[in-house]
């Protein structure tokens, strides 16, 4: 009979983090939940169940590309019905050869994500191209007093109430504050030995905040960016945004280094970037051997150089390992969207792109299913965006492509109607990785830009941050863009949206709709019937009736 080769369970319930208790979604009873280390080219059957009382649940599996399983990705209303309090989903998950790195999985349904996730690991087949000896997983989040629904509720409501920024950063799930905490809680400590070399595998999986991070007295090379192996490069800092990851070397001080500086522990700094008010967390490097520093007592770090956010961090910089020859250059670019994002403040505050949000009550029902079951008419909604000019179907409120297609995105970002006020966003895009051309001030200029992209060629990513160059603009005025191009391969419903759990609450989601229904049936094969009818509501936790 079938064994799924994973079981993943999420319940909601009473949970301690940075001393604080709080009625939170967690996987396997914790967060964040535990390791999933997968192989690539191999298939995985990971069985989620919803074991909440109230309310649906997804796994999305953050930048797998999900190309022989678009149904798998775990997207509410655009790839599957999400899955009903008492049920369980059989997802269908194969990291592709050549995808090898650092991942997660998350939920996807409203705030869930802010504590139900876990690292997800892929494996090369053969070796890994740098040497190391060890490798620790370092998964970053945030934490907040209220609870999920609290938080949406006032983020939802014609009486906004915005969620407060992240009260501590977790690291593993760790944290203390600087100032004033009573409970037991205690730092994160990441246990090396002297002489030895390091893999750290950074994941950004927090919900609001955009982290600078040092760690005192050591230097670090990055090697990996979501996925991709990167040459390496040098760095005292990393800046992560909401759903991105980095890997990055790390060599360990040798004992009589340790000996000359007198101490075997050194402090990990995280400092929030680009928010209204900077928070400053810490972990602890610790070395093997000798007394180890109290987890418990309040850190007295000495103050490490904080990254002052650079807008333009690492592009036109950072290169893949090997030469990637698919870069599409810009003769073959067929089409330019471009996606002006902006806040409106009117009887509630929502997101847009091109005046349109999107949220999980629309559509009524998952567009993928739609595209499945034949009742969703992809060459009407391709001629009906082309038509419109800027590529967006009103209706469904997609961006369809067809397969062949290159496409550009460009994100804009542009002040509010009403004070200006702008924010940084970390953009991210399910299915196929687009290679990310760069970002600046002002407006994109393609020619200009591919100027710089003969010297320095993108690397591929899934997460990238559109920053805000200033804060306040003239309401409506550009103030930075961020630009994606993409060769469009993979029949499928894929989310683009802003990875602040927050902003997508509040609409900031976009959805690409590439193929159509023989392209997604040519690349998954058929699909259970149970997949087409069942599953809850795309909206809240009435359950959706099989149809029969
Ligand atoms: Cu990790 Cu749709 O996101
Ligand atoms: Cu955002």
């Known amino acids: 009979s079938f064994q799924p080769?994973?079981?993943l369970r999420v319940t909601a319930e009473d949970y301690t983090e940075a001393c604080t208790n709080r009625y939170s979604a967690l996987v396997n009873g914790s967060s964040p939940g535990p390791e999933l280390?997968?192989?690539?080219?191999?298939?995985?059957?990971?069985?989620?169940?919803?074991?909440?009382?109230?309310?649906n649940t997804t796994i999305h599996w953050h930048g797998l590309t999900a190309f022989t399983a678009p149904f798998s990705d775990g997207a509410p209303a655009a790839s599957q019905w999400p899955i009903p309090p008492g049920h369980f989903f059989d997802y269908e998950v194969k990291p592709e050869v050549g995808t090898a790195g650092t991942y997660f999985y998350h939920s996807h349904v409203g705030f869930q994500a802010v504590s139900a996730k876990g690292p997800l690991i892929v494996d090369s087949c053969d070796p890994p191209p740098f040497s190391y000896d060890e490798e620790r997983t370092i998964l970053l989040s945030d934490f907040f007093n209220e609870t999920d629904k609290h938080?949406?509720?006032?983020l939802t409501s014609t009486n906004f109430t915005w969620s407060g920024e992240t009260k501590a950063i977790l690291v593993n799930g760790h944290s203390r504050q600087v100032t004033n905490d009573t409970g037991s809680c205690q730092l994160a400590s990441i246990s090396i030995e002297p002489g030895l070399s390091y893999r750290l595998r950074f994941i950004g999986a927090t919900a609001l905040s955009f982290i600078s991070l040092a760690i005192e007295s050591h230097d670090i090379t990055i090697i990996e960016a979501d996925g991709h192996n990167t040459k390496p490069l040098n760095t005292s800092f990393l800046q992560i945004g909401s759903g991105q990851r980095y890997s990055v070397l790390l060599t360990a001080k040798s004992e009589a280094e340790l000996k000359k500086v007198n101490k075997r522990h050194f402090y990990i700094q995280l400092t929030t970037l680009a928010r209204p008010k900077t928070l400053t967390n810490f972990a602890v490097l610790q070395y093997s051997g000798g007394t180890d520093v109290d987890l418990k007592a309040v850190p007295s770090p000495p103050p490490l150089p904080v990254a002052e956010i650079?807008?333009?961090w690492l592009d036109y910089e950072l290169e893949s390992l090997h030469p990637d020859r698919g870069f599409p250059k810009l003769e073959e670019v067929t089409r330019r969207i471009i996606i002006d994002v902006h806040q409106n403040v009117s009887d509630h505050v929502i997101w847009l792109q091109n005046g349109y949000d999107w949220v999980q009550n629309f559509p009524q029902s998952p567009y993928l299913i739609d595209i499945?079951?034949?009742?969703?008419?992809?060459s009407a909604t391709y001629q009906r965006a082309i038509a419109r000019g800027n590529g967006f179907d009103n209706i469904t409120r997609t961006f369809p492509?067809?397969?062949?297609?290159?496409?550009?995105i460009v994100w804009q970002n542009q002040g509010t109607f009403d004070n200006g006020g702008v924010d940084a966003h970390p953009f991210h895009?399910?299915?196929?990785?687009?290679?990310?051309?760069?970002g600046g001030d002002g407006q994109y200029n393609a020619t200009a830009n591919e100027k710089l992209l003969d010297s320095h060629r993108p690397i591929q990513r899934d997460t990238s941050v559109l920053y805000r160059y200033r804060e306040k603009t003239k309401p409506l005025a550009p103030s930075g863009w961020r630009a994606w191009r993409i060769r469009v391969t993979d029949a499928g419903v894929w989310m683009y949206h802003c990875h602040i759990l927050q902003h997508m609450v509040m609409g900031m989601q976009t959805v690409f709709m590439f193929g159509d229904r023989e392209d997604v049936l040519s690349q998954s094969g058929p699909v259970e019937s149970g997949y087409l009818t069942y599953g809850g509501s795309a909206y809240g936790n009435a359950t959706h009736s099989p149809v029969v």
């Not at 938080?151 to 006032?154: F, M, N, S």
């Not at 499945?372 to 992809?378: E, F, H, M, R, V």
């Open 401 to 408: 492509a067809k397969i062949g297609e290159v496409i550009e």
């Open 310 to 312: 650079s807008q333009g």
């Open 151 to 154: 938080i949406i509720d006032g």
């Open 37 to 55: 280390r997968l192989k690539e080219g191999q298939v995985n059957w990971i069985r989620v169940y919803n074991d909440m009382k109230n309310g």
């Open 372 to 378: 499945y079951n034949g009742k969703l008419d992809t």
């Open 429 to 438: 895009a399910h299915g196929r990785h687009y290679y990310d051309i760069g």
């Open 5 to 7: 080769d994973y079981i």
